[in-house]
């Protein structure tokens, strides 16, 4: 008999190592915190943001590339002289860079030329390179080209997102919030409200919720200029759009990762709005939040206002995903916004006057 014996031990013992390094960075992280937006009691609705940007990194994103680089180590992707390469507007280089220095290897995120420098510099911080694109359509191709001429490996967060997670429990996102709500006036949520980058977050609280029988409807945001609304409207995941101004949701294609199955419901936000429920949300709660936060914020009110029209009582939950301090020169830049065409008054004056309702 003929035996074909690819293990190489030193090699195995590199990936056991690197999976522990990797889990050890979730047992020294706490639960993100779940703060309550101050809404008139009267109202008899709750409004819940988890704050996802407490992560080591700042972002949501710090849980997905954790569970990619768990994914990538034990499909045997990612080895001891690996080089990662990842498509992405910011967020998840960022974190990926983090995990990429924790387990010694290096990190290539393939970029717009439009990201913020605040979050190249991140990238660059934890000991990342930042190869930047003109035509952001191009980044998949150009991804696959690097990696290909490293011998590396492609993460592709937007294929393996809605896989990489575990979402029947194992704390991801979704567990963590039911958990924590276990306590309030109204602990199964109406609806939890969350944008759609690579689609990986609202697949898995879409289907965590269906797998634990909750009655909870899950809404998803879209900015303008992203071509997830329309898709899941239409029910053609061949739309195409011009792509997002807003950093780490939106996307000109549909990606693999979406799954519009176990969506409830979609809304579609403004970037405009967006932005000035963004600067709306630190008014209220002092929290500095990012673009992707306000439009979450924004759907939450139009949700929290049918519910009254309704006469319905219940909660309300969604994400704070990453801080202000990433946009400096970008929304939290009054010449850049008005440079945008972007009127951000009106928006303004309606969400003040929300909370006298």
Request: net charge negative; aromatic share 8%.
């Amino acid at each position: 008999m003929n035996f074909v014996d690819r293990h190489d031990g030193q090699a195995r013992r590199w990936v056991a190592e690197a999976v522990l390094k990797v889990e050890a960075d979730a047992n020294r992280s706490a639960d993100t915190h779940l703060h309550v937006f101050p809404l008139p009691s009267r109202w008899g609705v709750n409004l819940y943001l988890k704050d996802e940007s407490v992560h080591p990194t700042g972002s949501l994103k710090h849980r997905l590339a954790r569970s990619l680089f768990l994914y990538g180590l034990a499909n045997g992707w990612i080895g001891p002289a690996t080089t990662i390469v990842e498509a992405s507007s910011g967020s998840t280089a960022v974190s990926e860079a983090y995990f990429a220095r924790l387990v010694g290897l290096p990190f290539i995120a393939v970029m717009p030329a439009s990201t913020s420098p605040e979050k190249i510099a991140l990238i660059e911080f934890y000991g990342g390179k930042c190869h930047l694109v003109d035509d952001p359509g191009s980044i998949y191709a150009e991804s696959h080209r690097l990696a290909a001429e490293t011998g590396g490996h492609f993460m592709d967060q937007f294929t393996y997102a809605e896989r990489a997670t575990d979402w029947r429990g194992n704390n991801n996102i979704a567990e963590s919030i039911f958990q924590q709500m276990a306590r309030e006036p109204y602990p199964e949520p109406s609806w939890i409200i969350v944008g759609a980058g690579t689609g990986g977050t609202s697949a898995t609280i879409g289907r965590y919720i269906r797998y634990r029988c909750h009655p909870t409807r899950l809404a998803v945001v879209d900015p303008e200029g992203s071509a997830f609304y329309s898709s899941w409207v239409e029910g053609d995941p061949s739309v195409t759009a011009c792509g997002s101004r807003i950093e780490g949701i939106g996307r000109p294609r549909v990606e693999p990762s979406f799954v519009p199955s176990v969506i409830d419901r979609m809304v579609r936000v403004p970037d405009a709005r967006s932005i000035a429920a963004m600067r709306w949300v630190r008014e209220v709660t002092g929290l500095a939040v990012g673009g992707s936060t306000g439009t979450n914020v924004a759907a939450a009110v139009d949700v929290i206002r049918e519910m009254r029209a309704a006469g319905e009582k219940g909660s309300v939950v969604t994400l704070i995903c990453d801080g202000a301090e990433r946009y400096r020169g970008t929304y939290c830049d009054d010449s850049w916004v008005a440079a945008q065409g972007l009127d951000l008054a009106p928006h303004l004056e309606d969400l003040r006057a929300f909370l006298t309702e």
